[in-house]
């Protein structure tokens, strides 16, 4: 059973099954052979995309399920990722010996004198090019900040002791009358600051790179053909 006109230009994107529904990847672009829808391309991560036939596909809930199993399309012939460049009729001989299909017939031509009527349309093609985002720039400067701590300081205090002179030891001390005096030095510590500059980490830019998507909103046309054949000579089915 082909797959209509309608269900081949909703294929982008979708993601393809084998027969038994394995998960094969989405499909990336659509190839014609002979005129027709004949093969996709199929997006599965790698530099290569491998070729599917369309030929016995359908499309199953949403997805594309192809008539082969896994490692036969992953091993098909491929062609670069992104590339829209019509197959040549050596890529196409190679795909049908991989599949063991039968060549599919051109269709057939219109009488000289009539002209092919050419259906386009458009395709959104979507790429990433790098350009500046501003400049990061690492400074320092000096900030002056409060710093309250304390010390344990030293000093000397003075007191008067008084002893008795008893009977005992009265001999010993002569018995002065007069004015006299008495110095001690004393001794104090005061508070001392001084500053040392010490290193105290490195710093450095770096950079990492951080990939995101980003949403896309565009518009692409497709051109339409309506036939307008008159009821007696259309072909009967």
């Given at each position: 059973?082909?797959?209509?006109?309608?269900?081949?230009?909703?294929?982008?994107?979708k993601?393809v099954q084998?027969?038994?529904?394995?998960?094969?990847?989405?499909?990336?672009?659509v190839?014609?052979?002979?005129?027709?829808?004949?093969?996709?391309?199929?997006?599965?991560?790698?530099r290569?995309?491998?070729?599917?036939?369309?030929?016995?596909?359908?499309?199953?809930?949403?997805?594309?399920m192809?008539?082969?199993?896994?490692?036969?399309?992953?091993s098909?012939?491929?062609?670069?990722?992104?590339?829209?460049?019509?197959?040549?009729a050596?890529?196409?001989?190679?795909?049908?010996?991989?599949?063991?299909?039968?060549?599919?017939?051109?269709?057939?031509?219109?009488?000289?004198?009539?002209?092919?009527?050419?259906?386009?349309?458009?395709?959104?093609?979507?790429?990433?090019?790098?350009?500046?985002?501003?400049k990061a720039?690492?400074?320092?400067?000096?900030?002056?900040?409060?710093?309250?701590?304390?010390?344990?300081?030293?000093?000397?205090?003075?007191?008067?002791?008084?002893?008795?002179?008893t009977?005992?030891?009265?001999?010993?001390?002569?018995?002065?009358?007069g004015?006299?005096q008495?110095?001690?030095?004393?001794?104090?510590?005061?508070?001392?600051?001084?500053?040392?500059?010490?290193?105290?980490?490195?710093?450095?830019?770096?950079?990492?790179?951080?990939?995101?998507?980003?949403?896309?909103?565009?518009?692409?046309?497709?051109?339409?053909?309506?036939?307008?054949i008159?009821?007696?000579?259309?072909?009967?089915?």
């Amino acid at each position: 059973m082909e797959l209509t006109e309608q269900q081949v230009r909703s294929l982008y994107g979708k993601d393809v099954q084998d027969r038994s529904g394995a998960k094969i990847g989405s499909v990336r672009q659509v190839w014609a052979t002979a005129g027709y829808p004949a093969w996709v391309s199929l997006r599965t991560g790698g530099r290569q995309e491998p070729m599917a036939p369309l030929g016995n596909a359908q499309m199953m809930d949403g997805q594309l399920m192809v008539a082969y199993d896994k490692a036969t399309v992953t091993s098909a012939p491929s062609v670069d990722a992104g590339t829209d460049i019509p197959l040549d009729a050596e890529q196409t001989a190679r795909l049908y010996q991989h599949y063991q299909m039968q060549p599919r017939q051109a269709p057939q031509r219109v009488p000289q004198g009539h002209e092919d009527l050419i259906r386009s349309e458009e395709r959104l093609r979507v790429g990433t090019e790098s350009q500046p985002a501003g400049k990061a720039v690492l400074r320092k400067h000096v900030v002056t900040e409060n710093v309250h701590t304390t010390v344990p300081v030293e000093h000397d205090e003075v007191y008067v002791e008084r002893e008795p002179i008893t009977a005992e030891n009265a001999g010993q001390v002569r018995a002065d009358m007069g004015e006299s005096q008495q110095e001690m030095p004393l001794r104090a510590e005061r508070p001392v600051v001084a500053k040392d500059r010490v290193p105290v980490e490195r710093v450095h830019l770096a950079k990492n790179e951080v990939v995101e998507d980003q949403p896309i909103d565009d518009q692409v046309r497709h051109e339409e053909v309506e036939a307008n054949i008159p009821e007696s000579s259309r072909r009967r089915r």
